[in-house]
């Protein structure tokens, strides 16, 4: 066997070791750098955001504090990596995926921490989506509490020890009005929620959401400093993952644009515009259709 072949079959048995655990299922937390984690979604589970944390020298900052089960099972599993305190759980964004575990992260001792935007979005708009929420079960939140962010900044706020630094900044309106991300400058690492996503789930429906700011803000994403890039959902990604989204995004306004200039109603461009072939992100012709009526119902007026 040729010495290259062999190399390469040993790249990739690393590969395959990284990403999966002892029994050969896909390992759910990576350290992607010493003390940095992050935690991957678990759809059927209904924990549906991917999480990490930071482990600086006396405290642990969590980035997206997802649903109250997620949060119970992203703290069992930060607690295998270490017994330092949860000081600080930052959301990127009051969605319910990466909000609504606040009280299991305030219950442990931390603060929550989100941009003043993402605060004043929680507390406008969360009440009614944690009221009307329909889970049952395990997933049903009566069994829970909704809490706000208790620490707001208004455009960033800095963790840095010396050993860690990461860097909140909020870069909304986008996805929602206060979305931030979270940075690592050092490890060159990149926390951005739902902005930029690695899968077919995408949300343009937010009543907040800017879609054309959304471009930009990529753009801005896109000339930063970026090796690892964690995406709110789908599997770690890195700085070429910023470009399909944005590709995607601009794709889409630009179909409703010329739907309008057209005439056309919310529903016709819904149904003529196709963006399937934007892989991952427009994957699910159903979920373009919601996204595309959103975005006609921003441009139209
Ligand atoms: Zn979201």
């Avoid at 964690?230 to 889409?252: E, V």
């Amino acid at each position: 066997m040729k010495r290259s072949v062999l190399i390469c079959l040993f790249s990739c048995l690393l590969l395959i070791a990284f990403y999966h655990d002892s029994f050969g299922q896909p390992s759910l937390v990576h350290e992607i750098a010493p003390g940095v984690f992050v935690r991957l979604a678990e759809p059927e589970k209904k924990i549906i955001a991917n999480a990490g944390w930071v482990v600086f020298r006396d405290y642990v900052l969590v980035i997206d504090a997802n649903y109250p089960w997620g949060a119970r099972a992203i703290l069992a599993d930060l607690r295998k990596t270490t017994n330092k305190p949860v000081r600080f759980a930052f959301d990127t964004h009051y969605h319910a995926d990466h909000s609504f575990g606040n009280s299991v992260f305030v219950d442990a001792g931390a603060t929550i921490v989100c941009s003043q935007d993402c605060t004043e979005e929680s507390k406008r708009k969360n009440p009614t989506a944690w009221n009307k929420d329909k889970g049952t079960g395990e997933f049903d939140l009566k069994q829970w509490r909704l809490e706000h962010p208790q620490a707001s900044f208004p455009d960033r706020m800095t963790f840095d020890d010396g050993e860690h630094r990461v860097e909140l900044t909020r870069v909304g309106p986008a996805h929602t009005l206060g979305d931030a991300v979270a940075y690592l400058p050092k490890e060159r690492i990149l926390f951005t929620g739902d902005l930029c996503v690695t899968s077919a789930a995408n949300n343009l429906a937010d009543p907040d959401a800017n879609p054309e700011n959304w471009v930009k803000t990529l753009d801005g994403l896109e000339r930063m400093n970026v090796a690892t890039l964690i995406p709110g959902h789908g599997p770690i990604g890195n700085r070429d993952s910023i470009q399909p989204q944005r590709k995607y995004l601009a794709a889409m306004i630009e179909g409703v644009k010329t739907g309008i200039q057209k005439g056309q109603s919310a529903d016709e461009v819904a149904q003529s515009l196709d963006l399937t072939g934007y892989h991952p992100h427009g994957d699910k012709a159903a979920g373009n259709q919601v996204s595309i009526k959103a975005v006609y119902a921003k441009l139209k007026h």
